[in-house]
């Protein structure tokens, strides 16, 4: 429908037909604004919406923390401990280099993961 001052809304109808006191048949008909109400529901599922969407990704980095992360951690602390004892400066900067470059994993992974949940 469109209101006195041009915009629009939506309304629900109801109606109902009658007998007056001296037996004549009258209507009645009732236009409510939904305009709000559909506007909280439309809302209210938006909200719904991004819950799932935040509970998806808490599951995930429950399962990520759970299984993936300990992992890279001991290879980490694995590659640190053979960095301590080989001995070949470039096989020593090799294994430096993996471990930064699995430090960074980590972080995406916690960044990814979590940071946006926050």
Excluded: H, W, Y
Aim: proline share 2%; with cysteine.
């Amino acid at each position: 429908m469109i209101r006195g001052d041009g915009s629009t809304l939506t309304a629900e109808v109801s109606s109902s037909v009658f007998l007056d006191e001296v037996g004549q048949e009258r209507a009645c008909v009732i236009f409510r604004d939904a305009s709000e109400r559909e506007r909280l529901i439309r809302e209210g599922n938006e909200l719904l919406a991004r819950q799932a969407v935040l509970e998806d990704r808490e599951r995930v980095g429950r399962e990520f923390q759970r299984t993936v992360i300990p992992k890279l951690f001991s290879l980490v602390l694995t590659i640190e401990a053979i960095v301590g004892i080989t001995k070949p400066e470039g096989v020593q900067k090799r294994l430096a280099s993996a471990v930064t470059e699995l430090d960074e994993v980590l972080r995406q992974l916690r960044d990814t993961v979590f940071g946006e949940m926050s």
